[in-house]
């Protein structure tokens, strides 16, 4: 079988992080009435944050994550480099290194043979890699449909560890990605996806957000995380939620892939988009279709969304220019308000 005739897109239902379940039934299955108390345990499952994270007790703290899809690319290497980027970003989003990965394997040996799982592997081996880290083991089963992902382990500072839960009003809101992964994602599986556009998104989802642990040792920098399958409105919905704030997002400033309306005029929408919308769409002010289709579009190995108080905005976007990042805030946080987060 060559690796040029395979399209694992194919022989999966979902796509990427548009796989995730939505945010409403999320909720349902980790509810729980048990309450676990663990003082070493800084960031459980009972907050929406992008890890765990243990205090090892000596001035630094655990990261652990897990994260793994089915194919949202065609070509096996490039699955392998996306997934491992979008599992590695966990860390990164917290302000920590990675320094171990795990590999989680679900291939149907009956439909694709086992060099085709072998090209994958190397393109994660390669992000891994770039990343300073390797894939030391996992686990694999046999499964209807190709998944794969990592667990990954990394390492912060206590005092530099970030959360998206420790927000302060006033924070000017960035993103370090454009939106738009989702929508082009399903122009492929469509084939209506122009080649260029192609190369965008790949080169998109394969960069590393590893400006994660410089950003953790700003003090300006406030509450982060990154933007995946709940698109920008479901991850700063957490935010708000878990920082007791609400959000003004300025839509005509949001960065966006420049051609993602030309494939959403083609009715390219994923299905995560209407189910993320299900989910906290009540919590949101009125807003177009459009808008709707653009602020919920799940992203997979998306862009940081980092909070950085006022006083510390020059500083932040000078390190960012510096680094090759041309950022505008897109919106700022502000007190409770009557919706959760206004688009103005």
């Not at 765990?52 to 392998?80: C, E, H, K, Q, Y």
């Not at 290194?97 to 009956?110: F, Q, R």
Request: one cysteine or more; a negative charge; aromatic letters at 6%.
């Amino acid at each position: 079988m060559e690796f040029e005739t395979i399209k694992l897109t194919q022989y999966s239902h979902g796509a990427g992080c548009g796989c995730k379940i939505s945010p409403a039934v999320l909720d349902r299955i980790l509810h729980s009435d048990e309450i676990q108390i663990d003082p070493r345990l800084l960031v459980g499952n009972d907050e929406r944050d992008d890890a765990a994270v243990l205090d090892l007790g000596n001035g630094t703290a655990l990261i652990s994550t897990t994260d793994f899809f089915m194919p949202i690319v065609d070509r096996p290497f490039d699955f392998g480099r996306i997934a491992a980027a979008n599992a590695i970003s966990d860390v990164y989003a917290m302000g920590g290194k990675p320094v171990l990965a795990l590999a989680i394997l679900g291939w149907p040996i009956d439909k694709l043979n086992p060099e085709v799982a072998r090209e994958m592997m190397e393109g994660a081996r390669a992000i891994c890699k770039e990343a300073g880290l390797k894939i030391a083991g996992g686990h694999s089963i046999d499964s209807p449909e190709p998944i794969f992902g990592l667990s990954v382990n990394g390492i912060v500072s206590s005092q530099n560890l970030k959360r998206n839960s420790t927000a302060t009003p006033g924070c000017r809101l960035y993103l370090t990605k454009p939106l738009g992964v989702g929508a082009l994602s399903t122009a492929q599986k469509k084939a209506l996806l122009k080649e260029e556009d192609a190369e965008i998104i790949l080169k998109s989802m394969t960069t590393l957000n590893s400006i994660g642990p410089e950003l953790g040792e700003f003090k300006e920098i406030k509450a982060m995380t990154d933007v995946t399958g709940f698109g920008l409105l479901g991850h700063l919905s957490e935010m708000c939620e878990g920082s007791g704030l609400s959000a003004e997002v300025e839509f005509e400033k949001v960065p966006l892939i420049p051609s993602l309306n030309f494939y959403l005029d083609q009715k390219c929408i994923p299905g995560g988009t209407n189910r993320n919308w299900a989910s906290y769409g009540h919590k949101i002010s009125e807003i177009t279709e459009k808008q709707k289709q653009i602020l919920c579009d799940p992203q997979t190995s998306g862009g940081l969304m980092v909070a950085v108080e006022e006083t510390g905005i020059e500083k932040f976007e000078e390190f960012m220019n510096n680094n090759g990042f041309d950022l505008t805030s897109f919106g700022r946080l502000t007190e409770r308000q009557e919706n959760l987060i206004r688009v103005i």
